[in-house]
C-alpha cells in the first residue's frame, strides 16, 4: 500500500514507515489516498510490542498510546499498524477506509467483524459476544491483499466492550 497524503501538511514521516524519532504530535489525524485503496485517515501513534503490519490495537487519543487489542473483553476505539510499529517506535495507524488487517482464518466478504479469541490483535467473522468491532464490515476474504490479511472497511472503529 503506498498512501500519499492528500492535505496541505509537511509529512514528516510517510504512512508506512517507522521510526525512533517522533515526527508529528501524537494523536495528529490526516487523511492519504492509495492508488488501489482509495482514501483513508491515519492516526500518529506511538508502538508497542509485537506490532505487524495490519495488527489492531487499541488507543488513547489523549496519551497517544497504544495497546494490541485484546482477544476478549476490549472496549474503547481501535485502529490498524500500518508497519512494525514496536514500543519505543511511532508510525501511523489508519481509522477509516479499507484497511489490510491481520486475520489469519478465513472471512466472508460482508461479515461483521470480532476480534480472535486466541490473538491479540487479529480479526475473524466468528460471532462471540462482546468482542464485536464495530464500525466495520469484512470486505475481501483472507489472502487479500496477501497471506493472512482480509481488506476490512472501517470508520473509526471501536471495541463493543462487554454486553451482559
Known amino acids: 500500500m503506498a498512501y500519499t497524503v492528500q492535505e496541505n501538511s509537511l509529512l514528516g514521516q510517510t504512512i508506512g514507515d517507522t521510526l525512533i524519532i517522533k515526527k508529528h504530535s501524537l494523536g495528529t489525524i490526516v487523511r492519504a489516498k492509495d492508488p488501489t485503496y ?3 485517515e491515519f492516526i500518529y501513534l506511538a508502538g508497542v510490542a509485537s506490532t505487524v503490519v495490519g495488527s489492531l490495537v487499541t488507543y488513547d487519543e489523549n496519551l497517544g498510546t497504544t495497546a494490541l487489542a485484546p482477544a476478549t473483553g476490549g472496549k474503547g476505539p481501535v485502529a490498524v499498524a500500518m508497519s512494525a510499529n514496536v514500543a519505543s517506535q511511532y508510525g501511523w495507524y489508519q481509522i477509516a477506509g479499507a484497511a489490510a488487517v491481520k486475520a489469519p482464518n478465513a472471512m466472508v466478504a460482508g461479515a461483521e467483524v470480532f476480534m480472535l479469541a486466541a490473538t491479540p490483535g487479529s480479526v475473524d467473522d466468528a460471532a462471540v459476544a462482546g468482542e464485536q468491532v464495530l464500525n466495520a464490515v469484512v470486505s475481501t476474504t483472507t489472502g487479500t ?11 473509526r472503529p471501536f471495541l463493543q466492550g462487554q454486553i451482559t
Not at 491483499?145 to 470508520?155: E, F, K
Open 38 to 40: 482509495g482514501a483513508g
Open 145 to 155: 491483499p496477501s497471506a493472512g490479511l482480509a481488506i476490512i472497511q472501517i470508520n
